[in-house]
Antibody, heavy 119, light 110 residues
Framework: QMRLVQSGPEVKKSGTSVNVSCQAS????????VQWVRQARGQRLEWIGW????????KYAHGFQERVTITRDMSTGTAYMELSSLRSEDTAVYYC????????????WGQGTLVTVSS | QSVLTQPPSVSEAPRQRVTISCSGS????????VNWYQQLPGKAPKLLIY???LLPSGVSDRFSGSKSGTSASLAISGLQSEDEADYYC???????????FGGGTKLTVL
C-alpha cells in the first residue's frame, strides 16, 4: 500500500526557513516523482514543485523558485521541501504527493504539514 | 494568468446526480489531461479521476469524468452523504509550466 508520512506541524518566525519531510513506503521510491503542493486556509491548492527521485532533477513554480529547495534521500526513502525567507502569506498546509512521472496524476498524498508563520 | 474555473458550490439531494465543471484554456485542459481530487473535511486530497476519465482502483464507479475542448466535468451519481467534500480539477499548463488547480467546488448533499 502506497503511503507518504510527513513531519509534524511547525511554527516559524518571519524571515526564517522551514524544512518539511515526506517519507515513502509501499512503492519503489526511486521510480517516482514527489510533488509538493500547499493550501492556505480556505484557498485553492497551489503547486510548489517536483523532484524526480531517480535523477534528482527538480522543477519549481515560478513564484517559489528563489525560496524553495526540494531534495531527497534515497537511502531512507524521504523527500524534503525547504522554504526560506518565510512570510505570513506562507502560512498553509503543505502536502507531498507521489506520481509516476512529473506530468502524471498525483497518486498518493501525504497527510499534510501545517506551517504557521508568525511575525 | 491562466486559471481553472470551478463553481464554488453545488448541492443536490441524496440518490440524485450532480456535475461539477472545470473551465480552462488551450494551454492547459485543451492540450493536457485533467485529473480530479476529492478532499474530505480536514483531510488530504485523494485522487478521484485521472487522465480525463479513468478511475483509480478502489474508487466507486458512481464517479465519472469527461472532457471537451477546454472544459472538463466530474459527475457523481447516486449521491450519498459521504460524498460531501471539496472537489478540485487539475491540469498541467504548457505556458505557465506549472500544475494548475481549480478553485475547488464544495458539494453539499441535502
Amino acid at each position: 500500500q502506497m503511503r507518504l508520512v510527513q513531519s509534524g506541524p511547525e511554527v516559524k518566525k518571519s524571515g526564517t526557513s522551514v524544512n518539511v519531510s515526506c517519507q515513502a513506503s509501499g512503492f519503489t521510491f526511486s521510480n517516482s516523482v514527489v510533488q509538493w503542493v500547499r493550501q492556505a486556509r480556505g484557498q485553492r491548492l497551489e503547486w510548489i514543485g517536483w523532484i524526480v527521485v531517480g535523477s534528482g532533477d527538480t522543477k519549481y513554480a515560478h513564484g517559489f523558485q528563489e525560496r524553495v529547495t526540494i531534495t531527497r534521500d534515497m537511502s531512507t526513502g524521504t523527500a524534503y521541501m525547504e522554504l526560506s525567507s518565510l512570510r505570513s502569506e506562507d502560512t498553509a498546509v503543505y502536502y507531498c504527493a507521489a506520481a509516476k512521472g512529473p506530468y502524471n496524476w498525483f497518486d498518493t498524498w501525504g497527510q499534510g504539514t501545517l506551517v504557521t508563520v508568525s511575525s | 494568468q491562466s486559471v481553472l474555473t470551478q463553481p464554488p458550490s453545488v448541492s443536490e439531494a441524496p440518490r440524485q446526480r450532480v456535475t461539477i465543471s472545470c473551465s480552462g484554456s488551450s494551454s492547459n485542459i485543451g492540450n493536457n489531461a485533467v485529473n480530479w481530487y476529492q478532499q474530505l473535511p480536514g483531510k488530504a486530497p485523494k485522487l478521484l479521476i485521472y487522465f480525463d476519465n479513468l478511475l483509480p482502483s478502489g474508487v466507486s464507479d458512481r464517479f465519472s469524468g469527461s472532457k471537451s475542448g477546454t472544459s472538463a466535468s466530474l459527475a457523481i451519481s447516486g449521491l450519498q452523504s459521504e460524498d460531501e467534500a471539496d472537489y478540485y480539477c487539475a491540469s498541467w499548463d504548457d505556458s505557465l509550466k506549472l500544475w494548475l488547480f481549480g478553485g475547488g467546488t464544495k458539494l453539499t448533499v441535502l
